[in-house]
């Protein structure tokens, strides 16, 4: 593969990358819950073993894309460069106006499923297009790439295994809102990604 991206990718992982920082922004993170994957483990090992999620963060984000890297190659590198600067730029954008729903910070089963479609379309977009906009993402890319399996089943796993070492210490109720979002937000990303696809290669 060239050096250079090429342009449709990456237009796909900046229009993914934003949809997702606009809903993590307005409605997402309004819902207060946690959440499974990356973000979650890091807020488990903050709780338990008092360590930052700055550094857990980055080093389990560091370890997710090598992982990408060795299995999938420079491609993989240069559009998850664009996926996360990206989101990284339309989230400082975003974040310099007040979230448009506020209202939705007390309900958090309406803004769960909300959330999940923002997260479902901008993530989907992003790894459709070969990026990942998380180490998360990477995770489940590498996952699918070894196993053959569609991408939403790599997510479930380990939001599931998160959230269930999560019960330790959160509420099953709000456990329950993050597993609705999970799953809605899985199941949508592996869509997005096979959508159009030939049967029986995105099953």
Not at 36 to 63: C, E, Q, R
Not at 102 to 120: C, K, N, R, T
Not at 159 to 172: A, C, F, K, R
């Amino acid at each position: 593969m060239s050096l250079f991206p090429s342009f449709r990718p990456v237009l796909l992982n900046l229009a993914g990358s934003a949809i997702l920082a606009f809903g993590l922004y307005n409605i997402h993170a309004l819902s207060g819950v946690t959440e499974g994957g990356i973000l979650g483990a890091t807020l488990l090992l903050h709780h338990w073993f008092h360590v930052s999620p700055a550094w857990s963060g980055l080093v389990m984000n560091a370890v997710c894309y090598l992982l990408g890297w060795k299995l999938m190659g420079a491609g993989f590198v240069l559009y998850s460069l664009v996926a996360g600067g990206g989101f990284s730029l339309f989230y400082a954008l975003v974040e310099m106006f007040p979230p448009l729903w506020p209202e939705l910070a007390q309900m958090p089963l309406l803004a769960s499923v909300l959330g999940a479609l923002f997260v479902g379309a901008g993530v989907g977009l992003c790894v459709r297009a070969g990026g990942a906009p998380g180490g998360d993402d990477a995770l489940a890319m590498s996952i699918s790439h070894l196993t053959g399996w569609n991408i939403r089943w790599p997510y479930l796993l380990s939001d599931l295994v998160v959230l269930l070492l999560s019960l330790s210490y959160i509420p099953l109720e709000r456990i329950g809102y993050s597993l609705l979002t999970v799953v809605l937000s899985g199941q949508l990303i592996g869509f997005v990604q096979g959508f159009g696809a030939k049967q029986g290669q995105s099953s």
